[in-house]
């Protein structure tokens, strides 16, 4: 069964920088064709796709947010990482992060993290 | 960018009683097609894929159709458990994905 949970800071203030943890069981991010992606959700608001890695170090980045965003992993711990910099109020949102599979049938998200609430203020 | 609308923004329907909920997208996306479950303080759950193919333990009363530009998700026999937020997500821009706005299914 493969689970995935966010965490990291609940309130970060303006300018400084994100840093969220994606930590999953149930698949290797060695096995070709896992892949992790990073969605956010501001309040009120559509889902935003942020970031994709995949198991070959394939990273995909959304190009509006590409200059601050970096994704990494560690496949020793089952983590991914998502960084964010210099945020702004308006980067306030349920952060979430997801499994995909590259050779499944799409690149849909078959499972999600529950996602973590960052709201950023002074 | 590829731009999916959901229709209704909120949709009222009583126990029992079917839904239908609409995803357009602006330009074709084929069935490169996803539909999302989300209640408050969950994970969103995967319902359909490939626009019409039900995810792993998806009960038979999620049904998904449609291909280019304009997709149905129908939910039949609501169950109190059926009331949350659908959001539909097109991936056939890979990586460049997008979600609709969702729609909320209400108790009526």
């Known amino acids: 069964q493969i689970t995935l949970r966010e965490s990291g800071p609940t309130v970060v203030k303006p300018t400084q920088t994100l840093t969220l943890t994606c930590t999953f069981s149930g698949f290797s991010l060695t096995t070709r064709g896992m892949g992790v992606g990073w969605i956010r959700q501001p309040p009120g608001k559509a889902l935003e796709w942020l970031t994709f890695i995949y198991w070959d170090d394939d990273l995909r980045y959304s190009p509006s947010l590409r200059s601050r965003i970096t994704i990494t992993k560690d496949t020793s711990k089952n983590q991914v990482v998502l960084e964010m910099t210099n945020m702004d109020p308006v980067d306030t949102a349920t952060y979430y992060c997801?499994?995909?599979?590259?050779?499944?049938?799409?690149?849909?998200?078959?499972?999600w993290g529950q996602g973590a609430l960052v709201t950023v203020s002074s | 960018e590829i731009v999916m609308t959901q229709s209704p923004a909120t949709l009222s329907v009583s126990p029992g009683e079917g839904a239908t909920l609409s995803c357009r997208a602006n330009q074709s996306v084929s069935n490169n097609l996803a539909w999302y479950q989300h209640k408050p303080g969950q994970a969103p759950r995967l319902l359909i894929f490939g626009a019409s193919t039900r995810a792993t333990g998806i009960p038979a009363r999620f049904s998904g159709s449609g291909s280019g530009t304009e997709f149905t998700l129908t939910v039949s026999r609501l169950q109190s458990e059926d009331f949350a937020v659908y959001y539909c997500?097109?991936?056939?821009?890979?990586?460049?994905?997008?979600f609709g706005q969702g729609t909320r299914l209400e108790i009526k």
């Open positions: 997801a499994h995909t599979n590259y050779y499944g049938s799409g690149h849909h998200f078959d499972y």
């Open positions: 997500h097109q991936y056939k821009s890979w990586p460049l994905i997008t």
